[in-house]
């Protein structure tokens, strides 16, 4: 593993990116200011949400307080595969599209505020840590976008390696890696993982100039990855061989290591039917819980020596493995075929204390802040379900069109999310 240190410039982006801080200061009062005045009258934005309608480009604004919805947005593009970050105020929300839309909503006025196509194929994106910049990962063409979080305008092109020894693209230029894993971190950094390269950046924005730091040879395609609730360890998941790579953000220094190194080899697996997204982690504790790739199993990790400690067998190959906020509870929903189904382990025992089967095609599931509620997409039944999470009482249904994505907007104040 080779770790170096470069420094992006960009002459032509760093006016922008030094005006947009500018900019953003003198616009945050007047923001403030219009922010209650809706057409409905005083309104908060601590207890709203967006949910991803995938199949017709919308998004439904919600209220998790009064369990209900208050509009749809739609226009925001091809949603197959979206993802949400939110305003430190919490009134905006950032949709990252298939597309490479990025569209700003806004959550008071029930409306697209701006939308931009940043690229022909993206994969998500993150805020900084002070609320001023939007990035986006990027499959094609392989980078980082990062744009002024007020103005959506283009403050730096941070271009993904190029890969040198693969067909070119169709008009003759290079292809260059695809970026996936794309969190952010204290300190106003972004980290990211090159799928194509191997390899993990950091993008450092706390200087006028941006510093890369780059970590090579990984490990093989890095597929998605996630960060702690407490921003120190950033994992990336192999899709090329069994394991994962760590990145100490605390002692970056060490350079990336390997943890469950060959976890699952000589079982036979069954087919894989969809990976799993890492940031579905639940970090209860000492431990973590990790959806196992091709088995029917929850793994449990020692997050002090990475190290597997168990395993807890389920109903299917786990896709979104997610604890509740007080971690007593960890929740887990399933892949096809059996995307009927979630199961509810209790961390105290590890072990299983509850099935429920909500409908085909439950895809995602969501906190309210302090956890007393858990809503779940079921895609299939069209509809959203919210569920006492003590007594897993069913308490309401509420109508959605191919609902995917739940996204509250305390997210706005967690590191990763």
């Keep these: 593993m080779i770790k170096t240190k470069t420094k992006l410039f960009i002459s032509l982006l760093l006016p922008l990116f030094v005006m947009s801080c500018q900019q953003l200061n003198d616009t945050t009062t007047a923001s403030s200011a219009s922010m209650a005045t809706v057409q409905t009258g005083l309104r908060a934005t601590g207890d709203l949400g967006l949910v991803i309608e ?21 226009g925001l593009g091809d949603l197959s595969h979206a993802s949400i970050v939110y305003s430190r105020d919490q009134r905006f929300g950032y949709v990252f599209g298939r597309d490479g839309g990025l569209t700003k909503v806004d959550l008071l006025k029930s409306k697209i505020d ?3 196509i940043q690229s022909g194929n993206s994969i998500g994106g993150a805020i900084s840590q ?12 392989g980078g980082v976008k990062i744009f002024a979080s007020d103005t959506l305008e283009l403050v730096a092109d941070i271009p993904a390696t190029e890969l040198v020894n693969h ?6 230029s290079i292809k260059r890696s695809k970026v996936v894993g794309l969190v952010d971190a204290p300190g106003q950094k972004f980290v990211f993982s090159l799928f194509d390269s191997h390899e993990i950046w950091i993008a450092d924005l706390s200087k006028p100039e941006i ?10 395609n890095p597929y998605d990855a996630l960060i702690s609730p407490d921003g120190r360890y950033y994992i990336a998941g192999l899709f090329g061989e069994n394991g994962m790579a760590l990145l100490d953000l605390w002692s970056p220094e060490q350079g ?6 060959g976890y699952g080899k000589g079982e036979k697996k069954l087919p894989v039917y969809k990976m799993p997204h890492l940031e579905g ?7 973590a819980y990790v959806p196992a790739v091709g088995l029917h199993q929850v793994l449990i990790i020692d997050t002090q020596t990475w190290q597997q400690v168990g395993a807890i067998d389920v109903h299917g190959q786990p896709v979104f493995v997610m604890a509740q906020p007080d971690n007593r509870q960890v929740w887990v929903n399933f892949a096809f075929p059996l995307n009927d189904t979630i199961q509810v382990i209790d961390t105290k025992n590890q072990s299983l204390i509850k099935t429920l089967t909500p409908g085909p095609g439950v895809l995602h599931m969501e906190f309210t802040p302090r956890g007393e509620h858990v809503w779940m997409s ?10 006492n999470s003590q007594n897993f009482e069913l308490l309401k249904k509420l109508p959605a069109q191919s609902p995917s994505g739940i996204f509250f907007t305390n997210r706005a104040h967690q590191i990763g999310l």
């Design 54 to 74: 995938r199949a017709t480009g919308q998004v439904k604004v919600v209220n998790h307080s009064n369990k209900d919805s208050l509009a749809e947005i739609d």
């Design 114 to 116: 701006k939308r931009v």
């Design 130 to 141: 002070d609320g001023k910049f939007v990035a986006v990962s990027n499959y094609t063409p």
């Design 167 to 172: 067909p070119r693209n169709k008009d003759g």
């Design 211 to 220: 510093e890369l730091t780059k970590y090579t040879d990984i490990g093989l």
């Design 256 to 261: 990336v290591k390997r943890i469950l190194d």
């Design 281 to 287: 982690w639940a970090m209860a504790g000492n431990f």
């Design 378 to 387: 079921v895609r299939d039944s069209n509809e959203i379900q919210i569920y």
